[in-house]
């Protein structure tokens, strides 16, 4: 249900009269790539630094735990905002994009399984990934509500 509604780009964009079909095809595509492309990118970021194994990842000294989870609350909080994005920034939808953005942390514990030296962790995605969703969206929001009254 979820890939039918992002896929159904002819709700999403008002289409001009192209000459071809080739033509319509190209701006679709084009107007896809600019409202999803972000999103795409940074699950690609997230997905190269969750397949890096434990004897890859750095060591901060003490304040490893913290760069850490901190690296997954801005992670997921810039997902979620981006696909926000493809959303239209739609009020409404910020709730779907949050969704969004927890779906593809339970996928990505999943893909740690596979990872050596990396396990997945229920805790990473109730807390970190979700705080981090959520924050992202809620702080957007009143950062550009306190532009508009400017």
Request: with cysteine; proline share 3%; net charge positive.
């Amino acid at each position: 249900m979820i890939f039918a509604y992002l896929l159904d780009l002819d709700r999403h964009f008002r289409l001009p009269d192209l000459p071809t079909h080739r033509g319509r095809i190209r701006f679709m595509l084009k107007m896809w790539i600019r409202r999803w492309g972000l999103a795409v990118l940074t699950m690609c970021v997230i997905f190269v630094f969750s397949s890096r194994s434990s004897a890859e990842l750095p060591n901060f000294g003490r304040w490893d735990y913290f760069v850490k989870k901190g690296g997954h609350v801005l992670g997921y909080g810039l997902l979620a905002l981006s696909y926000w994005r493809g959303l239209n920034l739609e009020r409404g939808k910020k709730l779907f994009a949050w969704q969004l953005a927890v779906c593809y942390a339970i996928t990505d514990e999943i893909h740690q399984v596979f990872v050596p030296g990396r396990h997945p962790s229920l805790f990473d995605i109730l807390f970190f990934d979700n705080l981090g969703a959520m924050l992202g969206l809620i702080l957007w929001e009143r950062i550009a509500m306190g532009q508009r009254k400017l």
